[in-house]
């Protein structure tokens, strides 16, 4: 799967949230909302096609966590990302 | 996406501001009761970017002041600086220069329907600050009326 290139991920104070642009329109009354290592895992993995495991790999090498942690953080992660259609196949 | 966000008002006016910059209009909610009665707490607005030699009196301007973000009505300006008032204000007025204006109201939604801010609105957002004073003694009036309920 791949992350849907044309959304963008901004950072607000502590806050990360993301922006779908829509014919030069932004509409920063819906919004999607991120955790850091969420937003960390969006940054990493733009332009890239990934699954869970490569997906995982980059937690492990950021956080140093051990494999089933990551996999199933990766997993929680991604299952949002897809739930809120940011991915595409 | 419609998870709700609180941020606070500087941080989220910079990334309105880093929109209109590239060009994008952008929608937001409002918070507060500053621009009362034309426009509501929670209520949508949009903004879109514009020159600063284009503004007109009445219009309402995104712009910075004392390095705070306003979402105010221009009731005069001249070559270098802007005067705004906030609708429900009595009192201030904030001066600033041109070249710290951001972006104009484009227009506002009202029940999700956008409404296209017209020259109309211009005159009646005006007309009401020209009233000013004649509001600021009702509110008085208003203020001492209570205030003498309260002492009987």
């Not at chain 1, 329109?25 to 869970?52: I, R």
């Not at chain 1, 790999?57 to 950021?62: A, R, W």
């Not at chain 2, 105010?72 to 005067?83: A, D, G, K």
Request: glycine residues 4%; aromatic residues 10%.
């Amino acid at each position: 799967m791949k992350l849907r290139a044309d959304l963008t991920l901004r950072k607000v104070g502590n806050e990360y949230f993301i922006v779908e642009p829509d014919q030069g329109m932004v509409d920063l009354s819906k919004v999607f909302t991120l955790n850091e290592t969420a937003a960390f895992l969006w940054n990493s993995l733009q332009g890239k096609e990934f699954d869970s495991q490569s997906a995982a790999d980059i937690l492990i090498q950021e956080y140093q966590i051990d494999q089933d942690t990551a996999l199933k953080d990766t997993q929680k992660i991604l299952d949002m990302f897809k739930s809120q259609s940011l991915t595409r196949d | 996406m419609n998870n709700r966000v609180v941020v606070d008002n500087d941080s989220f006016f910079s990334v309105v501001e880093q929109e209109i910059t590239a060009g994008n209009t952008v929608r937001f909610q409002l918070k507060g009761n500053s621009m009362e009665p034309f426009l509501n707490d929670k209520q949508n607005i949009l903004l879109t970017h514009i020159n600063a030699s284009k503004t007109r009196i009445g219009e309402i301007v995104l712009a910075k002041w004392k390095n705070k973000y306003l979402l105010h009505r221009i009731v005069y300006q001249n070559e270098h600086y802007l005067y705004l008032v906030g609708d429900h204000n009595l009192v201030q007025i904030e001066k600033t220069r041109k070249e710290d204006l951001i972006a104009i109201m484009k227009g506002s939604y009202t029940a999700d329907k956008f409404v296209k801010f017209t020259h109309w609105d211009r005159i009646v957002g005006i007309s009401w600050f020209i009233i000013r004073p004649l509001r600021r003694c009702k509110n008085l009036i208003t203020r001492k009326l209570i205030q003498e309920k309260q002492e009987a």
